[in-house]
């Protein structure tokens, strides 16, 4: 029938495929980046993978402009308050991608005294992205990965965005830096603790 | 003996115990093909035997400075004792002197160690290491600075007193370079015990895989599923 429609000429769709539309086809990037993941992400920006295709069209060096915080490299625990900041800082509707094995987990860096094991202890990632860089192909991809997931997702009911949710938490409590380790040293809210299956 | 540019390791030390009085350096050789012996110097001289390092030996770069944690060390030493005993000889009580090998037990106190590489631009020779030693690790770990000789030693002076807790007496800015100022360890001490975050180790193995299961369980399940799953029943 839709497409009967617009084989004539007449344009029909729902408010939420419109709004999923716009939402998912202006996702504007935070302009910051940790670690060698960032320079594949800008590689991705430049003219060869050219992430602009997607609608990511600007990087934006301000919290308050941007949808889509890409946590490109390692994440100290140094900078983990402050990368929590920048997250509660930014607009809602924002999603997160977590690029690079040190972004989601650690990585090589797993069991130092110095980095987070994973930015999805403090804020909830959309994607996840391995790799050691990844590659620019791997960015385009869970990028049209986070594309499909607004799509997918419905604006009333159980699984509606967090910004749609009245009683959703907003606003993620930033670790403070202690004495031995970050307090806390994860948010039991965003993160379960995975039970371990051996 | 490697040969230093111009001078030898003991022609350094040498010319700097005839300029320097009281200096007491020590050799402290290197067994290894490379043989690059370095000089440990008496704390309390160093910054004169360094100022005599770089002005008259122009040792007038310095690439690196580096620390290393030395723990206590038990040194088990075989010592030949004599010693009077008696014995049964030729049917009668006698006391006779014998030799045993005995093996005897000392605890070398750690101490933390910071190491200094220098060359010399103007002479085209180096490396060479001078090391200073605190006197324990605990609460006597000072050492002179020497940012006021090279001044490239400042931030890594402060790298050592963030990561090994050497107190730098005259460094002009000693703070903490890599870690947060409210931290309070030393990781990379030996005794460093690092933050019990093992709750999640998907893929854990020999030291982690211990380190994990000392975890056991605790907090987990805790998550917003489990409480929202539980406000449901």
């Known amino acids: ?34 670690a060698c993941c960032a320079i594949e992400m800008i590689a991705t920006t430049m003219a060869r993978y050219d992430l602009a295709r997607f609608g990511a069209e600007v990087f934006r060096p301000s919290p308050r402009q941007a949808d889509l915080m890409i946590v490109s490299g390692t994440v100290t625990k140094k900078m983990a308050p402050q990368v929590v900041r920048l997250y509660n800082q930014m607009a809602e509707p924002k999603y997160v991608i977590a690029m690079g094995a040190c972004a989601i987990s650690g990585g090589p860096f797993k069991q130092g005294y110095n980095v987070l094991k994973g930015i999805d202890r403090y804020i909830p990632v959309d994607v996840h992205i391995p790799g050691c860089p990844p590659r620019p192909e791997a960015l385009m991809q869970a990028f049209i990965t986070l594309q499909k997931k607004i799509d997918g997702q419905h604006l009333t009911g159980e699984g509606r965005p967090r910004f749609l949710d009245a009683e959703a938490q907003g606003e993620f409590p930033v670790p403070v830096e202690g004495e031995h380790d970050l307090e806390p040293t994860s948010n039991k809210g965003v993160w379960p603790v995975p039970v371990v299956i051996r | 003996m490697r040969k230093l540019g111009l001078k030898t390791v003991e022609e350094i030390k040498a010319a700097i115990e005839a300029a320097v009085p009281g200096a007491e350096v020590e050799l402290v050789p290197n067994p290894s093909p490379s043989g690059q012996h370095s000089l440990r110097l008496k704390p309390d001289r160093a910054v004169e035997v360094a ?71 103007a002479l085209k020779q180096g490396p060479l290491a001078i090391r200073l030693r605190t006197v324990n690790r605990t609460d006597q770990a000072e050492l002179p600075s020497l940012t006021p000789i090279w001044r490239s030693a400042e931030f890594q002076e402060r790298e050592i007193f963030d990561l090994f807790g050497i107190v730098f007496t005259g460094h002009p800015d000693l703070r903490r370079l890599l870690m947060w100022d409210g931290f309070k360890d030393h990781p990379m001490r030996r005794d460093y015990v690092e933050p019990d975050d093992f709750e999640w180790e998907p893929t854990a193995h020999d030291g982690v895989l211990a380190r994990t299961e000392a975890h056991g369980n605790r907090d987990q399940g805790s998550g917003i599923r489990d409480q929202l799953a539980k406000a449901g029943q």
Not at chain 1, 1 to 12: A, N, S, T
């Open chain 1, 1 to 34: 029938m839709k497409i009967e429609l617009g084989k004539q000429g007449v344009l029909v769709t729902t408010i939420e495929e419109l709004y999923n539309w716009g939402r998912r086809s202006s996702i504007w990037p935070m302009q910051f980046g940790l």
């Open chain 2, 51 to 121: 100022r005599f390092l770089r002005d008259e030996l122009l040792f007038d770069y310095l690439s690196n400075v580096t620390g290393v944690d030395w723990p206590d060390k038990e040194i088990a030493e075989k010592v030949k004792v004599t010693r009077t005993v008696t014995k049964m000889v030729d049917g009668a009580e006698q006391a006779v002197e014998e030799t045993v090998e005995e093996t005897r037990k000392r605890v070398e106190p750690g101490c933390l160690e910071a190491v200094y590489h220098l060359y010399s631009v």
